[in-house]
Nanobody, 122 residues
Framework: DVQLVESGGDLVQPGGSLRLSCATSGFTFSDYAMSWVRQAPGKDIEWIST????????GYARSVKGRFTISRDNAKMTLSLQLNSLKTEDTAIYYC????????????????RGRGTQVTVS
């Protein structure tokens, strides 16, 4: 079974930093582009970032570009997200996401997500 386990969320002051990790198992990690998404209270899922299978290509939402950095380690089957210059509006549950197909290059609603990790900026 596909498993995605996020960690690293915490309570942090504005301007602070965090590093989120996602440990994966149950699929060939290097065959899939991977994404981070988040959901703030009362809001819809928001796409944050996607990284290609070989990590050569990344994309970011305008709201986080220049502050967040996505990375992956295919040997360790882990996905990471470095969060810098955090703002109160970054408060949300953060999820890593695997698309349903190895041919899907970004996040789609059918993507599998883990249980998430809570980031609170206050």
């Amino acid at each position: 079974d596909v498993q995605l386990v996020e960690s690293g969320g915490d309570l942090v002051q504005p301007g602070g930093s965090l590093r989120l990790s996602c440990a994966t198992s149950g699929f060939t990690f290097s065959d899939y582009a991977m994404s981070w998404v988040r959901q703030a209270p009362g809001k819809d899922i928001e796409w944050i970032s996607t990284i290609s299978k070989d990590a050569r290509s990344t994309g970011y939402a305008r709201s986080v570009k220049g502050r967040f950095t996505i990375s992956r380690d295919n040997a360790k089957m882990t996905l990471s997200l470095q969060l810098n210059s955090l703002k109160t509006e970054d408060t949300a549950i953060y999820y890593c996401a695997k698309p349903p197909s190895r041919f899907t290059e970004g996040y789609v609603p059918a993507s599998v997500r883990g249980r998430g990790t809570q980031v609170t900026v206050s």
